[in-house]
Nanobody, 124 residues
Framework: QVQLVESGGGLVQAGGSLRLSCAASGRTFSRYGMGWFRQAPGKEREFVAAIDWSGGETHYADSVKGRFTISRDNAKNTVYLQMNSLKVEDSAVYYC?????????????????WGQGTQVTVSS
């Protein structure tokens, strides 16, 4: 079992930056691939970024490539999402997710464990 708690969301102006954190419980965090997803009001949940257990493989949605960076610190049981050059359309609730078996790492249905989400609001 893995429990996930996101933090770091907030209100920021367009062009600004935020860093989200996702703290995981459990001693086997380093065995889990991790992902970030987001959901805006009235829209479906969408993939944002993912990282494998070692940090050696990452994936990004086209909409965030070059602006967002996912990373992890297995010693701290934490995964991060550094978000730069934020746009109004990045506003959403951001969720982190975890699972050990991730064939694509980009599909939400592959993840069994989810956090409660953190709100990111980007103003124009």
């Amino acid at each position: 079992q893995v429990q996930l708690v996101e933090s770091g969301g907030g209100l920021v102006q367009a062009g600004g930056s935020l860093r989200l954190s996702c703290a995981a419980s459990g001693r086997t965090f380093s065995r889990y691939g991790m992902g970030w997803f987001r959901q805006a009001p009235g829209k479906e949940r969408e993939f944002v970024a993912a990282i494998d257990w070692s940090g050696g493989e990452t994936h990004y949605a086209d909409s965030v490539k070059g602006r967002f960076t996912i990373s992890r610190d297995n010693a701290k049981n934490t995964v991060y999402l550094q978000m730069n050059s934020l746009k109004v359309e990045d506003s959403a609730v951001y969720y982190c997710a975890a699972d050990r078996f991730l064939p694509t790492m980009t599909r939400g249905v592959e993840y069994d464990y989810w956090g409660q989400g953190t709100q990111v609001t980007v103003s124009s």
